[in-house]
């Protein structure tokens, strides 16, 4: 399952930032290959670079990545209930206020990449599980409909978008 077989009635328009983000990529290669490159990626950034602002308000590298973990967690499960084909809508939630209260910055690094691969190796065997029907199943989340395939390919590009966040931004 590839990025481009997606189809403009199973995403909110939002999320065509984070699938150019991906790039055309395969699902569940992706899921795994990105980790790695993202990890091996920010243990190569410059050790000052974890607890810089480059504006007021702005996160710093370390709130980004619990930011990418709790983003994750949160679609995961969305893709969980719409494949199980819970009806439900399923509530957006308010970034800002997470950030807010995490204590990321207080944590090392090496943490918050171990919960980054936990959390990325469970979903990845959650993908793997669906089957292409339950990938192809839409619900609405954030008063949207997605699918959950498309669901799977925003976990790729949002990890990826921050990624070039840090490139332009904080490098």
């Not at 410059?46 to 590298?61: L, Q, S």
């Not at 494949?83 to 690094?109: H, K, M, Q, V």
């Not at 980054?116 to 839409?138: I, T, Y």
Request: with cysteine; net charge negative; aromatic share 10%.
């Amino acid at each position: 399952m590839k990025t481009s077989q997606l189809v403009e009635n199973e995403y909110p328009v939002y999320c065509e930032t984070y699938f150019k983000a991906a790039g055309e990529v395969v699902l569940i290669e992706e899921l795994e290959i990105c980790l790695h490159d993202f990890i091996r990626f920010v243990q190569n950034l410059p050790m000052d670079k974890f607890d810089y602002r480059y504006a007021e308000g702005k996160w710093t590298i370390k709130e980004i990545i619990q930011h990418i973990i709790d983003t994750e967690r949160i679609l995961a499960y969305r893709a969980l209930r719409i494949s199980r084909n819970d009806g439900t809508p399923l509530p957006g939630f308010d970034e800002n206020t997470y950030a807010a209260n995490t204590p990321a910055n207080t944590r090392s690094l090496q943490d918050l990449l171990t919960e980054l691969s936990a959390v990325r190796h469970s979903n990845l065997l959650l993908f793997k599980s669906f089957s292409e029907e339950q990938l192809l199943s839409k619900g609405i989340a954030s008063d949207q409909p997605i699918s959950v395939r498309a669901i799977g390919f925003m976990i790729i590009g949002h990890q990826k978008h921050h990624q070039n966040v840090f490139l332009e931004k904080y490098l």
